[in-house]
């Protein structure tokens, strides 16, 4: 059976090229899903990172580690007083993880949308020149 055109071998998430029709909701929706699989992915090891080393660094509890890394990956801010300047560091080091984490989430989680409507507008523009 003849493989569709909108099919490609680009990898998990394989978006077409411009000269190429643009592909059907199912795989658009494919697509999404699996930008939030990663993007959950990336969640939890942000998240892990955050909880080792709050309990190893700081010395909190499992849960208040767990507190303390969701609040700064979160962007809250941080909720205990931290017990040394040891800890001090890897939480900034940590704040700043997070926010590039966040970065990268966004880019993730908007590409095939941003794709598809850019696409779309390629699409529709070659059908008005013809």
């Given amino acids: 059976m003849a493989k569709r055109r909108h099919q490609t071998k680009r990898g998990w998430l394989g978006y077409e090229r411009h000269h190429e029709q643009l592909a059907p909701r199912s795989v658009f929706v494919k697509r999404i ?3 939030l ?3 959950l992915g990336l969640i939890a090891i942000a998240l892990s990172v955050g909880i080792v080393g709050y309990h190893v660094i700081a010395g909190f509890n ?3 580690s767990l507190l303390e890394a969701s609040m700064i990956l979160g962007g ?3 909720v205990h007083e931290l017990p040394n300047d040891t800890a ?3 939480a900034s080091i940590y704040a700043l993880f997070s926010g590039v984490i966040f970065i990268a989430l966004m880019g993730i989680i908007l590409a ?3 794709h ?3 696409h779309k507008f390629h ?3 070659k059908d008005v020149e013809e």
């Fill in 37 to 39: 699989a990663i993007a």
């Fill in 88 to 90: 001090k560091i890897f």
């Fill in 116 to 118: 598809r409507v850019l």
């Fill in 76 to 78: 809250m801010g941080p």
């Fill in 33 to 35: 899903i699996v930008s």
């Fill in 112 to 114: 095939p949308m941003a």
């Fill in 123 to 125: 699409v529709d523009e």
């Fill in 62 to 64: 499992f849960v208040d």
